[in-house]
């Protein structure tokens, strides 16, 4: 069944109303090598068996692997059989915002424990329904603090030891105030503070840090929080693995004015880059100028506990082409995913779960010491470098033949990081795992 | 204060001067104290927040210069002549019903030095801004 609502009488219509004598001319700004010539190759259909097979066929050209200790942003984690559970019951899984959207008391609730849970983990006041990923949070952050700072035309100071990946994503965000940006460089595996220090002046606006960074090492957020505490700089920061802050302050503590992290580590998978979520925490004062929807919790007419879409005039759908930001939703179901797991883990779960990362971590970076590899003595959370002899890319290509992955070959993103391997560790790596990785390193260096 | 009325029962001081954009201004010794009209607070709804500049900022006329946000939407506020912003109302942005409710009076948003007189000359006397809103109301 074709589903056409219009007849050729109501098309007719349409196109006389814009001047158009055929729907081709609609399409005339695109130029024609562009435009899809003729029917597109797809298969005829399928029987739902014949279907089911080609699928598990394409599924078989890249089997989930046994084992991996691959992370740099998305991070496998074990899922308790609730979160799945819950997430995929239909009030929430076929909900989407109506328009009306008081109407989904339950929805907006979920929303507002979201925004809770969020401000909790990140110290912060403020948190919004949530937007796509990390990466794009952290350049709506950006966009943010630019609409704080008003026509004041300073320098954006962005750490480069950010996951590549995200300065991409970040640079595209920046790409019509290019200039304005001056990047802080490495001092080995973190920040160069000195060199912070040398260029924090009254010309700078803002500035941009990941903690763990792309190296999985815990920048030193106390002292940058000394350096920006007397000046007028907005302090925005980026986290890829929020678990951390089950062991870390959360970067509010440290007077962060914009945080923002990729949720996909908290009830997410980590399947083909994950199915992911952004958190974007700010203060109150800058309520004003946050991109994205937010939930408030107020009275109903009879005194009753209820929930709203609250500061809505700036969004899109109300204010047009001078709204916030032209994000005017949020990944509920990924955010659902993950306030469901944080409910279910609470304070003390997170906290050990985060333990249980950083001393497993801790565990295979002894090993590997012991071992004679170079393991930086840096302050990381469950995510480290090991620097290999032979290119990283060497250990990744033996341990795929036995269908595992045994890190991320940071060279895929520098020429100059081609010897370091990232290797990441999680609850759901055994000791004797972890063993086993050493002895497989060890044995691929000879 | 003399005021006129329109039909619809929008008040008009008439020692006003006024702008398409529903902004009034009052000469007030070589500067301009603005704010917006009685029409414009009507068709805006309850009003939540203001946003000011700072002083000391200056704008060309008809450039932003500050929001208001209602219950169904956020407005932009265009100055009415050039000038540097030499006070604003502090208060309204946490007494934003004044606008509301005293849109000539406690409502005031921003007092602009005068850079250029002849600017004043092209603003609506209150007779012609009465009959441009009786024209908008009859549109609709």
Redesign the interface.
Known sequence: MKYIPQSNEDRRELLNAVGAKHIDELFQHIPSELRVQSNLNYPLAQSEQDLRKTFQEIGALSPSPKRSFAGCGIYQHEIPSVVPFLQGRSEFSTAYTPFQPEISQGLLQCIYEFQTLACQLTEMELSNASLYDGATSLGEAILMALRIKK?SKGKILISQAIQPFYLQVVQTYCKNFQDRIQFIPLSGDHLDISQLKQVLNDQVDILVTQSPNVFGVIENYPEIASLIKESKVLWLTSTMEPLSFGLTKGPGAYGAHIVTAEGQSFGNSAYLGGSTYGIFCTKDEFI?NLPGRLVGQTLDQRGRRSYTLTFA??EQF??RG?ATSNICTNNNLNMLAGLIHMSVLGKRGIRELAEQNFSKTEFLKDELRKSDFQVSDSPTFNEFVLETKQPASHFLNASSKESWVCGVDLGRFKEEWKHKLLIHVSELHSKEELLQLTQFLRAQSK | MAAETSEAGFNVPQDLLYTKNHEWVRVEDGTAVVGITDYAQNQLGDIT?V?LPEEG?SFKREAVFGTV??????A?LYAPLDGEVVEINADLPNNAENVNEKPYDDGWVIKLEISNEAQLEELFPAAEYLKFISKLSKKK
């Open positions: 026509r004003r005039t700036r109300i204010r001078r | 927040y946003e900022d946000d209602s219950l169904k939407t956020v932009e």
